[in-house]
């Protein structure tokens, strides 16, 4: 097991997280975190999973202590595919 004071987050390589789903039964909890189109899939324990939820919710409750509310709403981004390009034959 890691031993996390030791571990400097400035040097961990990083990939940037664009999205997540996952599913639960009720010996385990599995997710796969995307970034672009790739997949990286993690199974855990409910033991586990609820305390990456816990920390979770403490780093986002800091960061709205510090920066304000994250605004929630979906970015307007228009498709660049748009059903006036379809050929409706």
Request: proline fraction near 7%; glycine fraction near 6%; aromatic fraction near 8%.
């Amino acid at each position: 097991m890691v031993d996390p004071t030791k571990i400097d987050m400035n040097q961990l390589p990083k990939k940037f997280c664009d999205g997540a789903i996952g599913a639960f039964g009720k010996e385990l909890f599995s997710f796969a975190l995307t970034s672009g189109n790739n997949l990286d899939s993690f199974a855990t324990t409910p033991q586990t999973m609820k305390s990456i939820a816990v920390w979770m919710g403490a780093q986002i409750e800091n960061y709205e202590k510090q920066f304000g509310v994250i605004d929630m709403t979906p970015p307007q981004i228009q498709s660049p595919i748009q059903a006036a390009d379809l050929d409706n034959k």
